[in-house]
């Protein structure tokens, strides 16, 4: 099954419900704008036709779009974007090569979806 043949979940959620999962699932004791839950491990023998789970924080990504001067449309795909690249194995918490990989392939989709949109985000 090829990654255009799949699926993804989108979730939006506020702050506390974007606090309690990224505590239970990651471990960490604060809410994020964007987390996303791959339901391929890397096991071959399994494909399942959902990609994974996008989740976004509405609080965090209105607070984010004020300070970066865009709109919450535009933060959305920013994040959403930022969402998927990790599902399809990027992870730009591996050093500073992944995370100019991640980057430049967010801006070349970014530059699709909306061309006039700030492409700098993180």
Request: glycine share 6%; hydrophobic share 40%; proline share 2%.
């Given at each position: 099954?090829?990654?255009?043949e799949?699926?993804?979940?989108?979730?939006?959620?506020?702050?506390?419900?974007?606090?309690?999962?990224n505590h239970?699932?990651?471990?960490k004791?604060?809410?994020?704008?964007?987390?996303?839950?791959?339901?391929?491990?890397?096991?071959?023998?399994f494909?399942?036709?959902?990609?994974?789970?996008?989740?976004?924080?509405?609080?965090?990504?209105?607070r984010?779009?004020?300070?970066?001067?865009?709109?919450?449309?535009?933060?959305?795909?920013q994040?959403?974007?930022?969402?998927?690249?990790?599902?399809?194995?990027?992870?730009?918490?591996?050093?500073?090569?992944?995370?100019?990989?991640?980057?430049?392939?967010?801006?070349?989709?970014?530059?699709?979806?909306?061309?006039?949109?700030a492409?700098?985000?993180?």
């Amino acid at each position: 099954m090829a990654l255009h043949e799949r699926e993804l979940s989108l979730s939006f959620v506020d702050d506390a419900e974007m606090f309690e999962i990224n505590h239970q699932y990651r471990g960490k004791e604060a809410t994020t704008n964007v987390l996303s839950f791959a339901m391929d491990d890397g096991d071959s023998s399994f494909v399942s036709p959902l990609l994974g789970d996008v989740i976004i924080s509405c609080d965090t990504a209105a607070r984010e779009a004020e300070e970066r001067g865009v709109t919450l449309l535009q933060r959305y795909s920013q994040l959403l974007v930022h969402g998927i690249l990790h599902l399809a194995g990027y992870d730009h918490e591996l050093g500073e090569d992944a995370e100019a990989v991640m980057a430049e392939k967010s801006r070349e989709l970014l530059r699709l979806i909306e061309p006039d949109a700030a492409l700098d985000y993180f």
